[in-house]
């Protein structure tokens, strides 16, 4: 297991990434596709920026990347990326997303690799994962394009099901990915959904 952590971790590295995050979401594009050239991405609870980085990359000079964070942080998108503009607020919120809106009206993709201070209790650290999930899926149906993709962190445990069965109607297809990525005993998860309906 340490072994995995070293490997992804001196990848990142050698690459310029921030944190081994990115994997989770170059397996996802690799396997899938959900980034176009050209698309309009919002990464929520973006820091420290591994995932926009990517994206900007994947979506390249045409397309743009909207990151949303609680903490503050520079991101530099490598070269030939997507134009990038990073907001600093809680997604909790109506004012942020309105200060997204002002940038970009609807997005091609909705990522989101949040999670919450864990406390050590695992119920109350799921139950806290799945309240951000519920709120990437909330933020998915008001600014989500027709057609349009979405990839969420969750923690298993009780309810993650429940979350699952509330993605599905809204998607062509649905899927739950575990990155090789992840660490063997971590309890993330992403929720894929591909094709939005409306």
Known sequence: MKEVQDYYF???????YPARSVYKLEEAQQKHGLL????????????PG??????????GPQGLVVGVDLNFGQ?????????????HGDIMTSEVLERVRAVCPEFAVIISDMAPRTTGNKWADQQHSLGLSRRVLEIAQEMLRPGGNFYCKVFEGEDFKAFVDEVRPH???????KPKSSRPESREVFVLGMGLRK
Request: with cysteine; proline share 2%; aromatic share 10%.
């Open 10 to 16: 001196k990848k990142a590295r050698k690459e310029g």
């Open 36 to 47: 176009k050239k050209g698309d309009t991405v919002l990464d929520l609870g973006c820091q």
């Open 50 to 59: 591994s995932w926009s980085m990517y994206a900007a990359q994947a979506v």
């Open 75 to 87: 991101i530099n998108p490598k070269g030939h990326s997507a134009r990038f503009a990073f907001l």
């Open 171 to 177: 998607f062509n297809l649905t899927r739950i990915v």
